[in-house]
Each structure stands twice: as structure tokens, then as C-alpha cells.
């Protein structure tokens, strides 16, 4: 699942606007969506505009919705934000540093599995007992 996930940066997407259905995505990462959906284990996923604030431009599963979901958005960017600001740190340079390609945080109920790119960044809440 998380090449699958990894593999979901790597399409072509529009920037953000503040309606989620307006923005078309492509065929391809359509699919991907669509699998990560159906997937019995996933809990839902984000894909999240870039930038500060990080807003929702579409979501899967009740977990992400409403005041929950800004919440999850909020920390994911942060998230983002603070591990690439410490790789840049221990670089020396913000050019030279490494990118961050995919990330997974796992606690004791869930995996939350990250997959960032220069337009938006990819989560899945993912239970790994099922």
C-alpha cells in the first residue's frame, strides 16, 4: 500500500481553490484514490493543497470530515513543515537539504502514511491491525 500511496505524487494536479469538486484530477491518480478507498484496511485520506494554511481539497472516509479533518490537515502540514525545516537545518543549506518523499507515523491504533509534493500532499489513515 505504500508504494501506492508514494506512487500518487508523482501525477500532475491543479493548484487549489475553495471549492474541492472544481478541481479536476487526473485519470490516474483517480484510480489510485479509488484503491486506496476500497482498500479494507484505509480509514480514509486526505490530499491536501500546499502552503500555509494547508486546505482540504478532497477527502475520503468520515474520520476526515468536518472540524476533524481541518484538524488532521492542520497537524499534517505542520508535520511537513517542521521535518523538512529540520532537514534543511542539518544540511546548511535550504537547497541542498533533502526533500522529504514519504513519511509514516505509526501509533498504537493507527498508521498515518504521508506522501508530500511540491503541489499537495497525499495522508492515509490506515488501521494495521485489519
Known amino acids: 500500500m505504500a508504494s501506492l500511496i508514494s506512487s500518487a505524487s508523482s501525477f500532475p494536479l491543479p493548484q487549489a481553490s475553495t471549492s474541492p469538486s472544481a478541481i479536476p484530477t487526473p485519470p490516474?491518480?483517480?484510480?489510485?484514490?479509488?484503491?486506496?478507498?476500497?482498500?479494507?484496511?484505509?480509514?480514509?485520506?486526505l490530499l491536501l493543497s500546499r502552503g500555509q494554511p494547508v486546505s482540504i481539497i478532497r477527502h475520503s472516509?468520515?474520520?476526515?470530515?468536518?472540524e476533524h479533518?481541518?484538524?488532521?490537515?492542520?497537524?499534517?502540514?505542520?508535520?511537513?513543515?517542521?521535518?523538512?525545516?529540520?532537514?534543511?537545518?542539518?544540511?546548511?543549506?535550504?537547497?541542498?537539504?533533502?526533500?522529504?518523499?514519504?513519511?509514516?507515523i505509526r501509533t498504537k491504533r493507527h498508521e498515518i502514511m504521508i506522501s508530500p509534493d511540491k503541489r499537495y500532499l497525499l495522508a492515509v489513515l490506515h488501521d494495521p491491525t485489519t
Open 28 to 45: 490516474e491518480l483517480e484510480q489510485t484514490l479509488a484503491l486506496l478507498s476500497s482498500h479494507r484496511s484505509v480509514l480514509g485520506y
Open 61 to 66: 472516509g468520515v474520520v476526515f470530515e468536518g
Open 69 to 104: 479533518g481541518r484538524k488532521y490537515a492542520s497537524a499534517i502540514g505542520k508535520i511537513i513543515e517542521g521535518v523538512q525545516s529540520a532537514l534543511e537545518e542539518v544540511s546548511g543549506d535550504v537547497n541542498e537539504g533533502d526533500d522529504v518523499r514519504f513519511m509514516r
